[in-house]
């Protein structure tokens, strides 16, 4: 299971990699050295797996600054990017998602980067259906003696990047511009006022105000709740357990209330939007079904 963009370099693993039970965390951090080449990236990976501290590359998803991903660990398993013994086992309930490059550099990370580290950053949340607090720093991830917080944050300035302004990142959504756009239209039509292209020049790290078509945005969203249905990863959370809980009260069979929006979960959203003639049939749960379920 796997992103459809993420890259697969055929990392070999000579013991094997852990599946995580659980998942309640992503790290962000960056690599202060480069490895945005296959080459690279392979080179690291082989010289990790001789550590037994490390066992291959640390991290599960590489951002080149192109905006490639290449996968390292892969999105199930078992991470290596901090210290178990300092981080209550982190390493067996994080993503860890790391920026090729020095973010001290004020060049990076480049739009393209950030565009992908968002998007994937995004995609791991919907997956496990995980709230952008999940979404730490390197160094915000909590110390612990044991199993007791010390009040102590990870002694390390990685991934030097502003993380408030990344996780107000994630709560946006993305946009093609189309023919005929521009910032002031965009922000009229999708935002409410033509006057947020300011927000949205912030948030893309726009020198000016001319956008080309093709060319992908972040935006700023408010919706506080998010679409629901099939994709690959197949997202997860209480919102889908909600979901799967209110079809089954009125007769829908989805199979197990898991909270894994699978076949079945999938079957039933189109089977009451169709009996519903108020909404469009299709197999999105989106905000118009929530409200018709009362949820």
Not at 161 to 188: E, H, P, W
Request: glycine share 10%; aromatic share 6%.
């Amino acid at each position: 299971m796997e992103f459809d963009y993420a890259v697969d370099l055929g990392l070999e693993w000579p013991e094997g990699r852990n599946r995580r039970k659980s998942t309640d965390t992503v790290i962000i951090h960056h690599t202060v050295g480069s490895y945005g080449t296959p080459e690279r990236w392979r080179k690291l990976h082989e010289s990790r797996v001789a550590s037994p501290s490390h066992r291959g590359v640390s991290y599960n998803y590489l951002v080149l600054q192109d905006g490639t991903v290449y996968i390292g660990r892969g999105l199930e398993y078992e991470g290596g990017s901090v210290r178990n013994d300092r981080t209550n086992n982190l390493n067996g309930r994080c993503v860890a998602i790391a920026l090729d490059g020095d973010m001290r550099d004020e060049l990076l990370p480049s739009p393209e980067q950030l565009k992908s580290a968002l998007k994937l950053t995004r995609d791991v949340l919907e997956c496990y259906g995980l709230p952008v607090t999940a979404v730490l720093g390197h160094n915000e991830v909590p110390v612990y003696e044991g199993a007791k917080p010390t009040g102590a944050l990870y002694p390390t300035l990685c991934p030097c990047m502003d993380m408030n302004a990344f996780r107000q990142s994630l709560c946006g959504r993305i946009y093609t511009v189309q023919k005929g756009d521009t910032l002031y239209s965009i922000a009229k039509r999708l935002l409410g006022s033509a006057l947020k292209y300011r927000d949205i020049m912030e948030i893309n790290k726009l020198g000016g105000t001319l956008i080309r078509e093709g060319e992908t945005l972040i935006l700023p969203d408010n919706s506080g709740k998010r679409e629901l249905y099939l994709t690959d990863p197949m997202m997860r959370g209480e919102d889908v357990k909600g979901l799967q809980e209110r079809l089954v009260s009125l007769g829908y069979a989805v199979g197990e209330a898991d909270g894994i929006f699978g076949i079945k979960t999938d079957a039933a959203v189109r089977l009451f939007k169709k009996r519903a003639a108020a909404l469009t049939a299709n197999g999105v749960a989106d905000e118009e079904m929530r409200l018709t379920l009362g949820l």
